[in-house]
């Protein structure tokens, strides 16, 4: 497709998501989520575990200041952004919402590593050395430490961010060194297919791999949180033993652009 074609998509498909964040109230919110909750307790009832053990994370990533504020209104107090640099300027416009945390789930470049370490709660997308040492060099310079998830690439996809699932022990042994990093779980972005099985099978190996660092790792029994699952996916990750989902679409609607837009940049 060529890109004038690509940007008249584009276009659309952000004057399609601004027209329904406009129609957006503090009521719709509380039902989507409602709606959303109810999918993870029937998920929940089908393997035997409490709601109380998922957590619902919404995704704000392409929505705008006054709809998140409607977000606080109906109940959410963390939300997960894939862009730093945007995440940040929310936190920015509103630091006046003291107890509204946020969690950084897209790919990080270091450069960027001293916006997450100012604001964030939590990044989930962690991968590589150098972003942990750069995360570590500015954290000790705010005076903070940061709740941080493994990515996993369980879906074996060029394309996707993550750790090959063998190199992750080692993974968690080098991070050791960095001590205002709280390693906490995996994350992993299951493959986009409509074959049920194959996506079990990522969130499947994700526990195995869990479970095996917990037995491998001197700090294995921190290790204990599994993000995976999204709007579309997240009963089959329920199942496997998700402990935190990721959903925005059925929270705030079709995005402009579709998921893997959002895979690969910050």
């Not at 709660?121 to 430490?145: H, Y």
Request: proline share 3%; charged share 25%; glycine share 6%.
């Amino acid at each position: 497709m060529r890109g004038n074609q690509m940007t008249a998509l584009s276009v659309k498909y952000a004057a399609d998501l601004i027209r329904g964040l406009q129609t957006l109230t503090v009521e719709d919110i509380r039902s989507n989520l409602t709606k959303v909750y109810s999918r993870i307790i029937a998920a929940c009832q089908r393997v035997d575990r409490h709601p109380s053990s998922v957590t619902l994370l919404p995704v704000s990533k392409t929505v705008d200041e006054v709809h998140i504020r409607l977000s606080y209104e109906a109940g959410c107090r963390k939300l997960g952004e894939n862009k730093a640099q945007d995440a940040y300027h929310k936190w920015e416009a509103m630091s006046d919402l003291t107890d509204l945390h946020w969690s950084v789930i897209g790919h990080l470049q270091t450069n960027k590593a001293k916006l997450v370490a100012r604001f964030a709660s939590e990044f989930q997308a962690l991968d590589s050395l150098r972003v942990a040492e750069a995360l570590e060099r500015r954290l000790q310079i705010e005076g903070r430490s940061l709740d941080v998830l493994i990515q996993v690439n369980t879906s074996g996809e060029t394309n996707k961010y993550g750790l090959p699932p063998e190199e992750v022990v080692r993974f968690v042994q080098a991070l050791s060194a960095y001590p205002a990093l709280r390693v906490r779980g995996l994350m992993t972005l299951a493959l986009l297919s409509g074959d049920t099985s194959r996506v079990r099978q990522c969130f499947t190996q994700l526990r195995i791999l869990r479970d095996r660092i917990q037995q491998a790792s001197p700090q294995g029994h921190h290790i204990t949180e599994l993000s995976m699952g999204m709007s579309g996916d997240l009963e089959i990750a329920i199942e496997e033993g998700a402990t935190v989902v990721r959903v925005g679409q059925a929270i705030y609607g079709a995005r402009a652009l579709p998921n893997l837009h959002f895979h690969h940049t910050v």
